[in-house]
């Protein structure tokens, strides 16, 4: 199917309100991305009609929950081109994925002194459940920091790994500053587990799980035109076979007595208590939305947005671009001399323009540039070239009000 912009902007009834008075202009995606009309029905049909807990019933409305619930787990590994679908877990989100692999993978295998490479682009999410093995059990955190461009090339990474290290924990694109990440040449130059914090990516260009080749791959469904708290991350077979469970609770035992416990086979190891059934259901719902767009076709839109958002931006010779990297997501992180990142927000709003300002859950790459907060623009597929204009012009009205 080819890519129509216009078509795909009616999908999103929310984009045709105003917000104080102007027609709104959403580029904060990055934080959460707005809901297309298959997906509200997606979720409006499984609680109108289709809805009962799922695994456990014997009864015809369970089973069909639990078919349209599990069907979910199909498209996933088919979105990502995960090898195997029982190797998708689903989570309410890429920071339950992470601290999953946190507890349930790290915290019994590393010991103080084993060493975690990650990168200063990383997500808090990405970050802090690493802190915990670092103040519980004396691992040591590795920390690799970006170019001055923004990018981070697969070589540095891999330079910081030594005989200690038992885990890469990289991000395949930053949040803050949309610069994409070679994560395969990452998984080809080491034996050393790789974590891909694919949040931001899965979103913006194909992701091929077996031609990147890492151990956990984590994504966010909110940020994937779905609900918020569904999601999901893939992990190896292999690396399964390591884990503790990290929750535990119905759902994931074979048998329960009052001296013993064993454990069902994964996923559902790994999925302790009733899950977030219509939350996945709606993801369903928005991944077969992107494939019937095509990745490539969004990808290939957004490329466009990002290179006349960029263009645009260096006529603006008093904005700074944080990270500008030439290999980018059209995610631009902004700051201007005479005006703070929530002043630039606030000027923005009030013409109908959203964006986030603050510190992007992201503070060691705020540290690394310096800065308390930038405002942040962050495209998606239905951004338009008039919205990047719109920016622009909304960034000029701020540099009037402030000088
Ligand atoms: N990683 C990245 C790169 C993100 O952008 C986000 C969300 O902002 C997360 C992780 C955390 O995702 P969630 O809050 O949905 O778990």
Redesign the pocket.
């Known amino acids: 199917m080819s890519f129509d912009i216009d078509k795909v902007r009616a999908d999103f009834p929310i984009l045709s309100r105003q917000v104080n008075g102007r027609p709104l202009v959403y580029l904060d995606s990055?934080?959460s991305a707005q809901k297309p009309q298959v997906v509200i029905d997606a979720i409006s049909r499984a609680y109108g009609s289709e809805y009962a807990n799922v695994h456990r019933g014997m009864h015809y409305l369970s089973n069909l929950a639990t078919e349209r619930y599990e069907a979910v787990r199909t498209t996933i590994a088919r979105f990502l081109n995960a090898p195997h679908e029982d190797e998708v877990i689903f989570t309410?989100?890429?920071?339950?994925?992470?601290n999953l692999v946190s507890y349930g993978w790290a915290a019994p295998r590393l010991q103080a002194g084993d060493e975690i490479v990650l990168s200063v682009l990383?997500?808090?999410?990405?970050i802090v459940p690493w802190h915990f093995l670092r103040e519980r059990q004396g691992v040591v955190l590795k920390w690799v920091e970006p170019e001055a461009d923004g990018s981070l090339p697969a070589q540095k990474m891999l330079s910081a790994i030594t005989p200690r290290t038992r885990l890469v924990a990289v991000?395949h694109?930053?949040?803050v500053t949309g610069t994409v990440v070679d994560v395969a040449a990452i998984c080809r130059g080491t034996d050393v587990p790789v974590l891909v914090?694919g949040?931001?990516a899965a979103v913006h260009m194909p992701v091929d799980i077996a031609a990147i080749g890492c151990d956990f791959y984590?994504i966010?469904?909110?940020?994937l035109y779905g609900p918020?708290g569904s999601?999901a991350i893939w992990i190896a077979r292999d690396r399964q076979a390591e884990m503790q469970p990290f929750m535990g609770g119905g759902d994931m035992i074979r048998d329960v007595s009052r001296d013993a416990v064993s454990y069902a086979d994964p996923p559902l190891r790994f999925e302790a208590g009733t899950p977030g059934i219509v939350n996945q259901i709606g993801l369903g719902a928005a991944l077969e939305y992107l494939m019937d767009l095509g990745m490539e076709n969004i990808a290939a839109h957004e490329r466009g947005l990002r290179d006349h958002a960029r263009a645009r931006l260096r006529e603006l010779n008093w904005v700074d671009v944080q990270g500008d990297a030439p290999d980018k997501a059209a995610i631009f992180s902004l700051t201007m001399q005479g005006a703070h990142a929530h002043d630039i927000a606030t000027v923005l709003d009030k013409r109908g323009i959203a964006v986030r300002a603050g510190t992007?859950?992201a503070m060691p790459l705020m540290q690394h540039y310096g800065l308390s907060a930038s405002a942040r623009a962050s495209f998606a597929m239905y951004n338009t070239m008039d919205e990047v204009d719109a920016l622009i012009d909304g960034l000029s009205f701020c540099r009037e009000l402030f000088g």
């Not at 966010?220 to 940020?223: D, E, I, P, S, V």
């Open positions: 990055g934080a309410s989100g890429t920071t339950e994925g992470i990383e997500h808090h999410a990405n991000t694109m930053s949040n914090d949040s931001q984590a966010t469904g909110h940020k918020s999601g992007h859950c």
